[in-house]
Nanobody
Framework: QVQLVESGGGWVQAGGSLRLSCAAS????????MAWFRQGPGKEREFVAA????????YYSDSVQGRFTISRDNAKNTVYLQMNSLKPEDTAVYYC??????????????????????WGHGTQVTVSS
């Protein structure tokens, strides 16, 4: 059974940092893109960041560009999200996602929830002002 398990969420003051981890089990995603999405209170799930299978390309939403960094360790089957300069509007449940496709020919696909077949259960991030 394939599982994605997020960890590292918590409470932090504005301006602080957190590092999220997503460990995959049940199959290897070393040849597949992975991503982070988030869903704030009363909001739809939105794209945060994605990374290609070899880490050669990264994609970010405008709202986190320059503050968040996505990375991966294929040997550990794990993807990370380093979040710096956190703002109250970053408060959300953060979800890890993975696709069985090797790459997405249309880069817009990295931003789309329907391109990812596997999802974690999420980890809460709360940023206080």
């Amino acid at each position: 059974q394939v599982q994605l398990v997020e960890s590292g969420g918590g409470w932090v003051q504005a301006g602080g940092s957190l590092r999220l981890s997503c460990a995959a089990s049940g199959r290897s995603f070393s040849a597949n893109p992975m991503a982070w999405f988030r869903q704030g209170p009363g909001k739809e799930r939105e794209f945060v960041a994605a990374i290609t299978w070899n880490g050669g390309s990264e994609y970010y939403s405008d709202s986190v560009q320059g503050r968040f960094t996505i990375s991966r360790d294929n040997a550990k089957n794990t993807v990370y999200l380093q979040m710096n300069s956190l703002k109250p509007e970053d408060t959300a449940v953060y979800y890890c996602a993975a696709t069985v496709k090797h790459f997405l020919s249309d880069t817009r696909g990295y931003y789309a929830t329907n391109e990812y077949e596997y999802w974690g259960h999420g980890t809460q991030v709360t940023v206080s002002s």
